[in-house]
């Protein structure tokens, strides 16, 4: 059983930078994952943010990368904004037609 | 403007069954393929399933294998998930999405709630 793992909680300061991490539960994540990421607020649909690692999608402020740090997929979030406080999951495409969400990460900005 | 809007959702009983529609405009829906995920209350998102894009291949969770059959009018630009055997593990939220770049997601719909309780 494949476990996508991600910190279930983060906060940062107003004008900070933060890294959320996803990884496996065995193994390491890299680039043949297609990490994405996408930003949910409390009672909202999820909005996709990065996909295929670092690519931002159509309308994402660039203040959101994503890289692979070590085994690991990341996202950053640079200069946050008090709207940046959000859930945030991760997504590795595992081949056949088949996805893995991480546990998503609760981001407080103060 | 792409726009994707569930319905369908409600509340059944467990053992009962449910239809699941996703009418899809703003994009060449039959280019794409499209997919479910679930929200159980106050949990993270599940994947659920997924659809090519003429409908010739499906994808399946291990938990919804043989209770959830994934289906999708090109013609009518619809996404449909017929729910059997429902379970009370079943009640989520559940989100229609089409593919996005790269082996990701794309847009979301507003979801529609499932209930399955007694």
């Known amino acids: 059983q494949t476990v996508v793992t991600q910190e279930p909680s983060f906060s940062v300061s107003p004008g900070g930078t933060v890294t959320l991490t996803c990884g496996l539960s065995s193994g390491s994540v890299s680039t043949d994952y297609y990490p994405s990421w996408y930003q949910q607020t409390p009672g909202q649909a999820p909005r996709t943010l990065i996909y295929s690692t670092n690519i931002r999608s159509s309308g994402v402020p660039d203040r959101f990368s994503g890289s692979i740090l070590g085994n690991k997929a990341a996202l950053t979030i640079t200069g946050a904004q008090a709207d940046d406080e959000s859930d945030y999951y991760c997504v590795l495409y595992m081949g056949s037609g088949t996805w893995v969400f991480g546990g998503g990460t609760k981001l407080t900005v103060l | 403007e792409v726009q994707l809007v569930e319905s369908g959702g409600g509340l059944v009983q467990p053992g009962g069954s449910l239809r699941l529609s996703c009418s899809a405009s703003?994009?060449?829906?039959?280019?794409?393929?499209m997919h479910w995920v679930r929200q159980a209350p106050g949990k993270g998102l599940e994947y659920v399933s997924g659809?090519?894009?003429?409908?010739?291949?499906?994808y399946y969770t291990d938990s919804v294998k043989g209770r959830f059959t994934i289906s999708r009018d090109n013609s009518r630009t619809t996404l449909h998930l017929q729910m059997s055997s429902l379970r009370a593990e079943d009640t989520a939220v559940y989100y229609c999405?089409?593919?996005?770049?790269?082996?990701?997601?794309?847009?979301w719909g507003q979801g529609t709630l499932v209930t399955v309780s007694s």
């Open positions: 703003g994009f060449t829906f039959s280019s794409y393929s």
């Open positions: 659809i090519s894009s003429n409908g010739g291949s499906t």
């Open positions: 999405v089409n593919r996005g770049g790269s082996n990701s997601f794309g847009y």
